[in-house]
Nanobody, 126 residues
Framework: HVQLVESGGGSVQAGGSLTLSCDTSGYRGSAYCLGWFRQASGTEREGVAVIDADGTARYSDSVRGRFTISHGDSKDTPHLVMNSLKPEDTGMYVC?????????????????????WGQGTQVTVS
């Protein structure tokens, strides 16, 4: 079955950097869309960054220019490099996958097609 396991979270001071990784397994080929989402205590989950199989990435306004999503070595291990971290970046970061093929343009921060989710890794910025 499909599994997503995140790693790389931790505590960092404002202005610091972290890199999150997501190991995926249980499906054939490459996922159509992989993404990172976050949820802070008392808030709704928000999309942070997504990347489709061709490498097209999209970012939320709050992280654009500071965060970079990439496929990683095996194309289905999405990394999220987070620079210039701010206290408002604190939250549980969760990896998600939409593994079914789709036309270009369906890999978005608000896509309803993310069917698989990891457990998350905590990021705390102070």
């Amino acid at each position: 079955h499909v599994q997503l396991v995140e790693s790389g979270g931790g505590s960092v001071q404002a202005g610091g950097s972290l890199t999150l990784s997501c190991d995926t397994s249980g499906y054939r080929g490459s996922a159509y869309c992989l993404g990172w989402f976050r949820q802070a205590s008392g808030t709704e989950r928000e999309g942070v960054a997504v990347i489709d199989a061709d490498g097209t990435a999209r970012y939320s306004d709050s992280v654009r220019g500071r965060f970079t999503i990439s496929h990683g070595d095996s194309k289905d291990t999405p990394h999220l490099v987070m620079n210039s971290l701010k206290p408002e970046d604190t939250g549980m970061y969760v990896c998600a996958a939409d593994i079914n093929p789709k036309p270009f343009g369906y890999c978005t921060l608000t896509s309803p097609y993310f069917g698989y989710w990891g457990q998350g890794t905590q990021v705390t910025v102070s």
